[in-house]
């Protein structure tokens, strides 16, 4: 059997608050690798691993007790926990998924290895400065279209990589409510890199990212327990990864590799963590399509440092929600850094 790619450079980060039993349909293809699993909820209930995976597990406890009074940046009942496994883990590639997905198959009907294509997509370039209208010209059998600048053909070091869904499409509360029927069926043989200066809605079921290159901003922000909105943290850490990567002059694609998603959640209990973010989505994304990085800005963490001043000044008249939030960003990068030293930062506590 073939070596796993990148066997050791990869963790996967599973949020959960029920059973591991979805991991027997992964085993032929995470078993291999490292998990990280946050335990949401109840501290106290116990979670079932199936045997044989190398996994590390986590609660509530662990966090306060790794973290301290910093803890409160880490959301708590929501998905949005799963991004104390993207602080903790020492690896060079993250690939988080949720624990209602499932293996999905091709049309020729062959198991999908999604992690496997999202490597693939990690170790090709991004095309962010110029769209190929033959979609990936790295991927096999394709290649740069005529009219494509040869300047710009080594492409960008890709820092996203984010894996789409058959099934349960992934819709908000009002969409639910109205196609509570619709399922997604098309499998696009697809991988395209989102120019630069576009938004997009990421989703964090099928997600994997380059934690070196954009870690320290895949931060999923204040939801759940204690706080106005939820559903909305993987929204916000695309958003401001992608303006970051912007800056930085990284890229992001998205397309394969599919998962089939395999329940739809409840959309009356969606509307209610949703309600705030449906009216605020339409101010956010003017504000993110507005960010402005300065040139000294040339990591992720200072990125995100000023990404944080730019959110209490112009999204703070809002909502309170915002300053908090804002605050949040700060302490999450304190965190980072205490617990990802660099031997180039003089105030890290390796030097």
């Given at each position: ?131 190929n209208t033959l979609y990936d010209p790295y991927a096999e059998g394709a290649d740069f279209v005529r ?104 890229g992001v694609k998205t397309g394969l590799p599919y998962l089939w998603h395999s329940k739809a959640s ?86």
């Amino acid at each position: 059997m073939a070596t796993p790619l990148l066997k050791d450079e990869v963790d996967i980060v599973i949020p959960t608050i029920r059973n591991l039993d979805f991991l027997e349909m992964w085993r032929p293809f995470f078993q291999p690798y490292h998990l990280i699993i946050i335990q949401d909820g109840d501290p106290s209930k116990k979670i079932n691993v199936p045997e044989g995976f190398d996994y590390e597990l986590y609660n509530r406890n662990d966090i306060n007790r790794i973290l301290g009074p910093k803890a409160s940046c880490i959301s708590f009942k929501d998905g949005a926990c799963r991004c104390f496994g993207f602080l903790i883990s020492k690896k060079k590639y993250i690939y988080t998924i949720d624990d209602d997905c499932f293996v999905a198959k091709d049309p020729s009907g062959k198991e999908i290895n999604t992690l496997h294509q999202h490597i693939k997509n990690f170790l090709s370039p991004s095309t962010p400065y110029f769209f190929n209208t033959l979609y990936d010209p790295y991927a096999e059998g394709a290649d740069f279209v005529r009219g494509y600048p040869f300047s710009l053909r080594e492409g960008a070091p890709t820092a996203v990589s984010h894996g789409l869904w058959l099934n349960i499409p992934d819709y908000d509360a009002p969409t639910q409510l109205v196609k509570p029927l619709e399922r997604n069926t098309r499998y696009v043989d697809a991988v395209m890199t989102i120019p630069k200066g576009s938004l997009y809605p990421m989703c964090a079921m099928n997600l994997a990212f380059d934690r070196e290159l954009i870690g320290p901003a895949m931060y999923f922000g204040l939801m759940g327990e204690g706080q106005p909105i939820g559903r909305y943290d993987d929204m916000w850490a695309g958003w401001c990864t992608k303006v970051i990567c912007d800056h930085l002059g990284f890229g992001v694609k998205t397309g394969l590799p599919y998962l089939w998603h395999s329940k739809a959640s409840n959309p009356f209990e969606n509307l209610r963590k949703e309600y705030k973010g449906l009216f605020w989505q339409e101010q956010l994304i003017p504000f993110f399509h507005s960010v402005s990085l300065p040139k000294d800005c040339t990591t992720a963490q200072k990125c995100y440092i000023e990404l944080s001043k730019q959110v209490k000044e112009k999204l703070g008249k809002i909502d309170d929600f915002f300053n908090k939030l804002a605050d949040a960003m700060v302490t999450w990068i304190e965190i980072w850094d205490e617990h990802n030293p660099t031997e180039s930062d003089p105030n890290s506590p390796a030097n």
